[in-house]
């Protein structure tokens, strides 16, 4: 049976799926409404939760209508309202019965069996006393002994820069998992699910972690999910430089280490990119109260764009998105798209006049040490630049599988 098959009668009584509902941070005459494994979250008229509330009841359409009716004096057509519930794919059942649950789209995927019980104690008093504890310790490590400071040559530990570039990849991909485990952490610390994965960011190949179900909790419990990967990063670059100022470690191991801690330290300015979805952008868009920072950000530049060449265009005039924005969001996003268009535009051209002639420069310089190797050159060269093929030549692959997979509809040949 199809959703749109469904009709909600008078005398009609629906199961709801559960549902987080909560006060709006900002306005006191609207509630949050949502599934927090679907990540659908939509924001209501308060009476609307006590619509829910009866509705979860098992009270019928009909006697839900004449309870707001009497108690609140709004005539509301509650088997309308059921309908949008059901778009939305809030209610499990309708008169027994069961509808169709979009159960491919639930983002609590991951690491299921962690519960808030498991993890709420990372976030207590005594462990951020102990973060701070040890960052203060090795900030006036470094500040007494400067030579711990992470410097670019700590990158090529090895005079074999393929073993350099696979082993400092290892050591990204351990800063990067645990930085999304403890965005993991923080939202089930919230009772919220979350699911880590792949995805892009203009040409960056990045693993972000999905927290869409944290617009379940109010704003300022949200900080905590966002912060906790930064957090986790300064807490690796600190202990890093303190074992290394104090243990006496073998040479390699010394190297080893400043690679690690300079490879945590490098992935910390990618988070203040704001002109993309960073964890510092989420900051932002809370600070600021905008639902959509990004997406509304990047409606309003594709509009000054469409104005810009309105002139050798045939199609109609493009329409301002944010109008129908709230006054303080309409400004913040108008702002915030000016970052948004300079800081894509920046980032890209850096990339395609330096980044990429490096890439492909260094895969080039690489295939000629392997082509020599076969031919008398020096095994060694060869074999630690097929590693370097390996290793940048994968991340780039898998960048391009990951772009198609998130754009398949760009892929897609329209039917006639």
């Excluded at 009716?69 to 778009?87: I, N, T």
């Excluded at 923080?186 to 009772?191: I, M, P």
Aim: proline share 6%.
């Amino acid at each position: 049976m199809s959703v749109q098959a469904v009709e909600i009668s008078p005398g009609s009584i629906v199961r709801l799926h559960p549902l987080v509902l909560r006060p709006d941070d900002d306005d006191p005459d609207a509630i949050i409404v949502g599934r927090p494994d679907l990540g659908e979250f939509v924001e209501l008229p308060s009476v609307c939760g006590e619509v829910i509330r009866l509705l979860g009841e098992g009270q019928r359409v009909e006697d839900v209508e004449v309870a707001i009716a009497s108690e609140h004096d709004v005539e509301l057509d509650v088997a309308g309202f059921v309908e949008s519930l059901v778009d939305l794919a809030f209610v499990a059942d309708v008169d027994g019965r069961p509808l169709p649950d979009p159960e491919s789209a639930a983002v609590g995927g991951h690491f299921t069996g962690v519960t808030e019980r498991h993890v709420r104690w990372v976030f207590t008093r005594p462990m951020k006393l102990l973060w701070l504890v040890i960052v203060a310790a090795a900030s006036m490590t470094v500040l007494t002994r400067p030579d711990l400071f992470p410097r670019h040559q700590d990158f090529f530990w090895s005079d074999y820069a393929g073993l350099s570039v696979l082993v400092n990849t290892a050591f990204f991909s351990v800063v990067a998992s645990i930085h999304e485990m403890m965005h993991l952490i923080a939202a089930r610390s919230l009772g919220a699910p979350a699911r880590i994965g792949f995805s892009t960011r203009l040409h960056y190949l990045v693993v972000q972690t999905d927290v869409t179900a944290i617009w379940g909790v109010p704003r300022r419990h949200r900080y905590r999910v966002y912060l906790a990967g930064m957090a986790s990063d300064v807490f690796l670059i600190a202990t890093m430089s303190l074992v290394v100022a104090y243990l006496p470690l073998p040479d390699l191991t010394v190297a080893l280490l400043r690679a690690f801690t300079l490879t945590a330290l490098l992935s910390l300015p990618l988070q203040a990119q704001i002109y993309m979805r960073t964890d510092l952008y989420f900051v932002l868009r809370d600070l600021l109260r905008c639902k959509d920072l990004f997406g509304d950000g990047l409606g309003y530049v594709r509009y000054l764009l469409a104005r810009a060449t309105a002139p050798f265009r045939t199609h109609p005039p493009a329409t301002d998105p944010t109008v129908e924005l709230a006054a303080h969001e309409r400004r913040a996003v108008r702002i915030y798209a000016l970052a948004l268009g300079l800081g894509s535009s920046i980032t890209l051209t850096v990339f395609a006049f330096y980044g990429a002639p490096i890439v492909i420069s260094g895969l080039a310089h690489a295939l000629t040490a392997i082509w020599r190797g076969f031919h008398g050159g020096s095994t060694l060269a060869a074999a630690d630049a097929a590693v370097l093929i390996l290793v940048e030549g994968g991340i780039q692959v898998l960048f391009l599988v990951t772009f198609i997979r998130k754009r398949r509809h760009w892929f897609r040949r329209p039917r006639s």
